[in-house]
T-cell receptor, first 112, second 113 residues
Framework: SQQGEEDPQALSIQEGENATMNCSYKTSINNLQWYRQNSGRGLVHLILIRSNEREKHSGRLRVTLDTSKKSSSLLITASRAADTASYFCATDEETSGSRLTFGEGTQLTVNP | DAGVTQSPTHLIKTRGQHVTLRCSPISGHKSVSWYQQVLGQGPQFIFQYYEKEERGRGNFPDRFSARQFPNYSSELNVNALLLGDSALYLC????????????FGNGTRLTVT
């Protein structure tokens, strides 16, 4: 079953603009991760935020986590055409032991 | 260093047949996980193996099985294929038993006709 729900399902912006994607989940987590997938290929890990962290940065990426609302957001600043991809949040649940539970993803299109 | 490698990249099978998918993890990684990704959806967890032992199983029928070898490579087997098994099968490795983070291969695209 899918725990994470991403919002929006699809997002289209112009190069240079910022892109914000949101993720909601249902259970207690150890950490939340964001992955990127280009056109049916493998997923690439972008960033991990632990349950006791509220914000994390990596280059043009900024992730926030609100465990009280069970939600996270991924901000990509100064987007580029090469950022066009699907973005997935994935939760490492406290009781899962061994699995990541992925949302259904946000399809981001950055127009040149 | 080589990343996670999967073979074959594409496969076409007929309903009722059997399929074996293969995965080689990143050197030094002892954990391998398998995920199924149906078109338009997020990946769904199938199995995790760590140190050659099954450490987790997702909500998939017994037609799905896997194993991990002494060199930490892994196979996913699916018997009695159904049309609904058509998907991208992703293998991921990690250094420890946990999921932080996962390194994915490019997957095997399975089409069942």
């Amino acid at each position: 079953s899918q725990q994470g729900e991403e919002d929006p399902q699809a997002l289209s912006i112009q190069e240079g603009e910022n892109a914000t994607m949101n993720c909601s989940y249902k259970t207690s987590i150890n950490n939340l991760q964001w992955y990127r997938q280009n056109s049916g290929r493998g997923l690439v890990h972008l960033i991990l935020i632990r349950s006791n962290e509220r914000e994390k940065h990596s280059g043009r990426l900024r992730v926030t986590l609100d465990t009280s609302k069970k939600s996270s957001s991924l901000l990509i600043t100064a987007s580029r055409a090469a950022d066009t991809a699907s973005y997935f949040c994935a939760t490492d649940e406290e009781t899962s032991g061994s699995r990541l539970t992925f949302g259904e993803g946000t399809q981001l299109t950055v127009n040149p | 260093d080589a990343g996670v490698t999967q073979s074959p990249t594409h496969l076409i099978k007929t309903r009722g047949q059997h399929v074996t998918l293969r995965c080689s993890p990143i050197s030094g990684h002892k954990s391998v996980s398998w995920y199924q990704q149906v078109l338009g959806q997020g990946p769904q967890f199938i199995f995790q193996y760590y140190e050659k032992e099954e450490r987790g199983r997702g909500n998939f029928p017994d037609r799905f099985s896997a194993r991990q070898f002494p060199n930490y490579s892994s196979e996913l087997n699916v018997n009695a294929l159904l049309l609904g098994d058509s998907a991208l099968y992703l293998c991921a490795s990690s250094a420890g038993q946990g999921n932080s983070p996962l390194h994915f291969g490019n997957g095997t695209r399975l089409t069942v006709t």
